[in-house]
């Protein structure tokens, strides 16, 4: 089991990370482990992380907002965006700062209120001009050297839940979230 780091100081923005309120992902590669698998009837698979999903959740009860930016189109993402109550799911997306763009005006949000998660060449754009970086363990190394943390986790295997976890910690109310997971109460 990761043991997720306690002071990232060295590691992203200080300055940014309670600045947060607004969490982006890259779908394949981050929310997946990159795979596609068709079947033999041309149906698209993808496997997705529960505990990102719990992340996911979490985020959202603090009071946050989350989205998908991607750059394939995919049946299967927007049925796992419903079933997580995702806020914005942007699929087919060529030009992802401009898609981005538009999240944060409709927001009336900025730059540095947002968190990006991407693991390839694509995401290194919005990875330089969002407040929070982030790049899953096995992104591609310019990624990783574009964005303020790297997760220990890779993509698909809890790197989403990895960073909100972080971002819930800095901010104090990582364990106020989970109380009702710790055995005195139904989740």
Do not use: H
Not at 24 to 35: E, P, R, S
Not at 46 to 53: A, E, M, Q, S
Not at 130 to 135: D, E, N, Q
């Amino acid at each position: 089991m990761a043991k997720y780091p306690t002071d990232l100081s060295s590691n992203f923005r200080l300055t940014n990370r309670n600045k947060v309120r607004l969490l982006l992902l890259d779908c394949d590669g981050v929310l997946t482990d990159g795979g596609v698998t068709w079947s033999e009837n041309g149906i698209e698979q993808k496997t997705f992380n529960i505990r990102d999903g719990l992340g996911i959740k979490l985020w959202q009860r603090a009071g946050f907002q989350v989205g998908i930016v991607t750059g394939r189109s995919s049946q299967v993402v927007k049925w796992r965006a419903s079933e997580l109550s995702i806020d914005f799911v942007r699929q087919g997306i060529g030009d992802k700062v401009a898609a981005v763009s538009e999240l944060i005006t409709s927001c009336d949000l900025n730059w540095d209120s947002v968190a990006y998660i991407g693991d390839d060449l694509p995401d290194i754009p919005v990875i330089r001009r969002v407040g929070f970086g982030v790049a899953v363990a096995d992104a591609c190394l310019e990624v990783q050297e574009a964005s303020d943390f790297t997760t220990q986790l890779p993509g698909g295997k809890g790197a989403v839940r990895e960073t909100i976890e972080v971002l819930l910690r800095s901010r104090g109310c990582w364990k106020d979230l989970i109380e009702q997971y710790q055995g005195n109460g139904i989740a």
